[in-house]
């Protein structure tokens, strides 16, 4: 099976710019992740959903940011206006929902907002 | 409020020495247990994970950890690194009624002297 896929691997964006990263999980898992990884923060929960339904949306990231799951196999992450502080690896993960499995995670979308 | 903490933000090795990374949680009851290594420029992989049973788990590449119910504890040890297994090594921990959401440590970061 193919693992987690995200695009862009890599963006960079002027401050106020809309930003949309995508993901894609794994077929056949209906939980999904969005975390931002930083050095000073770590790994932070953005939002969580299952069968497509939004479980948790991060309280600290709602004004900005925007997790969809237009469906079972393509999810996306908006930032709108985008912040020199959203530099960040945005990093996806997803996981069977039937009982407790682990997440897999994509390789990362590294964002730098100047 | 469930917590995870890696008290070493670094640690540093010779090539072919032992290795212990230390994790502790605060939950009343047995969570479930994850380790996760983070190359550079790469997302989370598993190393291995601990549900229920024999306390000491075997993973990928000779890496084992050991549960420790009394001291709510999930350390991570090898009994002789390489210097490929420099990265950063996360502990995690789920709690089974909050979906497969993860709570992750701060993270260490292992480096390999050759």
């Known amino acids: 099976d193919a693992g987690v896929t995200q695009t862009p691997r890599h963006e960079v964006a002027e401050k106020g710019q809309t930003i949309i990263l995508k993901c894609e999980p794994v077929?056949?898992?209906?939980?999904l992740f969005w975390y931002r990884q930083t050095k000073i923060q770590g790994l932070e929960l953005l939002s969580y959903?299952?069968?497509?339904?939004?479980?948790?949306d991060g309280g600290a990231f709602k004004d900005r940011f925007k997790a969809e799951m237009l469906n079972s196999s393509f999810s996306t992450l908006k930032i709108q206006p985008t912040e020199p502080k959203d530099s960040a690896v945005y990093l996806c993960?997803?996981?069977?929902?039937?009982?407790?499995?682990?997440?897999?995670f994509g390789p990362g979308t590294r964002l730098t907002v100047l | 409020a469930q917590s995870v903490t890696q008290p070493d933000a670094r640690v540093t090795v010779s090539e072919g020495a032992s290795l212990q990374l230390r994790c502790k949680y605060s939950?009343?009851?047995?969570?479930?247990l994850f380790w996760y290594v983070q190359y550079p420029r790469q997302g989370l992989q598993l190393l291995l994970k601990?549900?229920?049973?024999?306390?000491v788990v075997q993973g990928v590449n000779g890496f084992e950890a050991e549960f420790s119910k009394s001291n709510s504890s999930f350390h991570l040890r090898k009994a002789s690194v390489h210097w490929s297994d420099s990265a950063v090594y996360f502990c995690?921990?789920?709690?089974?009624?909050?979906?497969?959401?993860?709570?992750f440590g701060t993270g260490t970061l292992l480096s390999v002297k050759p």
């Open positions: 993960a997803s996981s069977r929902d039937r009982g407790v499995y682990e997440q897999y």
């Open positions: 077929s056949g898992h209906n939980d």
């Open positions: 939950y009343s009851a047995t969570p479930y």
């Open positions: 959903f299952r069968s497509k339904s939004l479980m948790e």
């Open positions: 995690a921990v789920s709690y089974g009624g909050s979906g497969n959401k993860l709570i």
């Open positions: 601990y549900y229920s049973g024999d306390p």
